[in-house]
Each structure stands twice: as C-alpha cells, then as structure tokens.
C-alpha cells in the first residue's frame, strides 16, 4: 500500500534534488527507473538534461528500440555509446562481482562524454537496490554518480506510482536486467551465449509473455531453464512446441520450465547457497 502523504513528500525531495543538480547525464536503460528519472530531469531541467545509452551484447536489441521510443515520448534525444565490457576478463570470468566491471566501463564511458565541471551522471538506483547484491554501485561511487531515487527513498512500488501520475507508460513495465544476468556465476560470458538466451526471451516476449528470463545452467550449455510469471504458465505450456522449436534454433538441446516461476534475482539466491557451502 503506498502512502500518498509520504510519497508526495519523496517527490518534492526529488524534484528539489534535481534543481540542485543544474545539469545532468542521466545512464538510461529505457527501464521503469531510469525513465522516471528522465521524466523528472527534463521537467525540472529542460535542455540541460540529457539521456546516454549504452550498446553491447548484454543489451537486447528489442530493448534499444524500446528505449529510443521512450526517450521520444519524455521529449529528449537518447545518445547511444557502445561499451566493451566484453574486453574485460573480470566481467567474462563472470565472477560475483561481474556488474563491478560492467558498471565500471559503463560510468568511465558516460563520463568521457560530461564536460569538466558540467554534467553530473545519475542513474536509476532505487531504495530497494541498497539491500540486494549489487556490486556495479561501487561502481558508481567510485565514479560520483548520483541516484537521485535512491537518495529521495523511492521504493520500487513508489516508482510505479509516480511514473503512472506523470503518464509514464514505463510505469509497468517488467523489471529488466541485462542478459549476462542469465549466466551462472563462474561460467564465461560470451556473445554467443547472450545471443542464444536473447533469441529464447524474445520467443517469449513475442507471445506476449511479461516477466521472463532464459537462464543456462552451469556446466550445461544444451540446457535452456525458463522463468515466467504465474499468469504466464498456461500460454508457455500451450505453445510449449513452437518455444522448443525456437530455444533449439537458438543452439540449445532440452529447454525446461522453472516451476517455481520467475524470481528477479535467483542467480543471487544460487550465490547465498554457495557461500554457505
């Protein structure tokens, strides 16, 4: 349930947070929180806030699109840099701290573009990032990029509602994360196997699916494992052989469905086990 009492109070930080800020760079996913945070640049800012992507394999190309079209509707251009975290052995090696890196190139590219003593970087970070395993925000504080939502204690239900006041179309949109999410912690990220679970999520985007991941299993790249929502169970079992048909087009040999549905962050849920082991 969200208070409107306090979230009214939340956005009047927020917006007195980004007046402070004069100008700024926003990293923009085309997500829900970093199109919120665009929204409220650009009311605030105007033409002194600006909008950065970043292109690479982890980024789906359905996403990209998605992102320009957002950018669109707030009213800013979208710049889009292409990032090489897959140059870099600490993000391939796909250790833990794999967002570390890729954060690192993200921010260090972002910043080349920000005039000394201009621009401030900020990015979509929300309160309840803080509590989860996030090493790309070290990242970011090495750097002195802001999290404007963070800082003004949104919540992620708080984004929602905010961004569906302003008339957002983000405001429920599926909570993304990149694709090198999919693979299992110590197993090498490499373009072909992004390119491999992007082929099966967009499989299940195109049936109209809302929540998905495609994860590989360690030490089985045959193996495809399919998260969904609860609501979307029936219709991956009712065009169960047109997924398979697509997952085996894709390279993959045996494609099953997680029963216990999608789980943002299970990959991290693998990563507490092994730590206790």
């Given amino acids: 349930m969200i208070d409107e009492g306090t979230l009214a109070n939340k956005e009047r930080a927020l917006y007195a947070q980004m007046a402070e800020l004069r100008e700024v760079l926003v990293a923009f996913s085309g997500g829900v929180d970093s199109s919120l945070v665009l929204k409220v640049a650009k009311d605030v800012l105007g033409d002194r806030a600006r909008a950065l992507i970043a292109r690479s394999p982890s980024l789906p190309a359905r996403e990209l699109d998605e992102a320009f079209r957002i950018a669109a509707e707030i009213g800013v251009p979208l710049e889009v840099v292409a990032t090489k975290e897959l140059a870099t052995e600490g993000y391939v090696a796909n250790a833990p701290d794999r967002c570390y890196y890729c954060k690192s190139e993200l921010f260090d590219v972002t910043k080349a573009r920000v005039a000394a003593g201009s621009a401030i970087v900020v990015d979509g ?5 803080l509590g989860d395993h996030r090493p790309g925000l070290l990242a970011g504080r090495e750097r002195g990029v802001v999290h404007p939502l963070a800082e003004a204690g949104f919540t992620k239900d708080e984004v929602r509602h905010l961004s569906k006041k302003l008339g957002l179309s983000t405001w429920k949109k599926p909570q993304l994360a990149c694709l090198a999410s999919r693979v299992p912690y110590g197993t090498r990220v490499t373009p072909e196997r992004l390119g491999r679970i992007e082929r099966v999520e967009d499989a299940l985007r195109d049936l109209g699916c809302f929540d998905v991941r495609a994860r590989l299993v360690s ?17 991956v079992v009712a065009n169960r052989r047109s997924i398979t048909e697509r997952a085996k087009a894709a390279g993959f040999k045996r494609v099953t469905l997680d029963l216990e ?11 507490v086990e092994l730590r206790r082991g």
Avoid at 125 to 129: L, P, S, W, Y
């Fill in 261 to 271: 549905s999608f789980r943002s962050g299970s990959m991290n849920a693998d990563l």
């Fill in 219 to 235: 030490g089985n790249d045959d193996l495809v494992r399919i998260e969904v929502g609860d609501a979307d169970f029936d219709r």
């Fill in 125 to 129: 970070v929300n309160a309840d990032d």
